[in-house]
């Protein structure tokens, strides 16, 4: 196994176990744990069209494609658990053959070349290759086919609450290969690696995306735990710092 490979198998690993703590989280209509451009048409028009989630998590947001008019609807991800818990959500429409869901990291290539629009939601930023993620997207789409993504904004994970500041804890420039989080959100751990802004369009560059549009979108909706200042995802933070 290659040190991506054993990277990917302690973030399956990690996922495989915390998944039914974010069932239902960072779903459609919400493109962030804020419920970032809930009110924006991201996707557009879906009404019979071909649509694959990478990193489709508990199924939610394929119902949702589902209710807007897909034909059919494609679920990615490597986790077992998060792979169940779509099935349990969506049995009806993958009896009937409109939902198929398949458990693969994204890095792996699949054999897809009609596919009208993907999308994924908080999902990319865990890849171990982003290299080979997007060019895989990109062989997937038709020609004219578009990927809406989203992800957690680069200079979040740098700041941190301090006696009542906030501050920045690491050079935003800091693009560590690997940064192993222990117990990360009650698992064993996971890897985790922040990219700025700028190594992302290269890698969309590279796969040979056009960007049309790039949003910094501000909070929507913000839970109760938020209003402590102390939290990762707080109120003041939030207020202050794209997510």
């Known amino acids: 196994m290659t040190p991506a490979d054993d990277e990917l198998a302690i973030n399956q690993r990690a996922w495989d176990v915390v998944a039914p703590k974010y069932a239902g989280g960072c779903a459609l209509p919400n493109w ?16 019979g069209a071909a649509v694959m989630e990478v990193g489709c998590g508990s199924g939610h947001s394929i119902a949702r494609v589902i209710q807007l008019g897909a034909a059919r609807v494609y679920g990615i991800d490597f986790s077992t658990t998060q792979i169940a818990l779509a099935t349990e959500l969506n049995r009806a429409q993958i009896d009937a053959g409109r939902v198929h869901l398949i458990q693969a990291p994204m890095e792996q290539p699949l054999d897809f070349r009609d596919i009208d629009v993907i999308f994924s939601i908080q999902a990319l930023g865990w890849t171990r290759d982003p290299a080979a993620t997007f060019c895989n997207l990109a062989s997937y789409l038709k020609a004219g086919g578009r990927l809406v993504w989203s992800w957690g904004h680069p200079l979040f994970d740098k700041i941190l609450y301090d006696d009542g500041k906030l501050v920045l804890r690491d050079s935003y420039f ?27 369009f290269r890698y969309l560059k590279g796969a040979g995306f056009t960007v049309r549009e790039f ?29």
Do not use: M
């Not at 804020?34 to 009404?47: A, H, Q, T, V």
């Not at 800091?174 to 989080?181: C, G, I, L």
């Open 32 to 47: 962030g744990p804020f419920g970032e451009c809930r009110g924006l048409d991201l996707l557009g028009p879906l009404k």
């Open 174 to 200: 800091n693009q560590k290969q690997s940064q192993f989080t222990g117990r990360w959100s009650g698992s064993d751990g996971a890897i985790i690696q922040t990219r700025t802004i700028a190594t992302w």
């Open 215 to 243: 949003l910094e979108p501000e909070a929507e909706t913000l839970p109760d735990s938020a209003h402590d200042p102390s939290r990762y995802y707080s109120e003041v933070k939030v207020g202050a710092v794209p997510c």
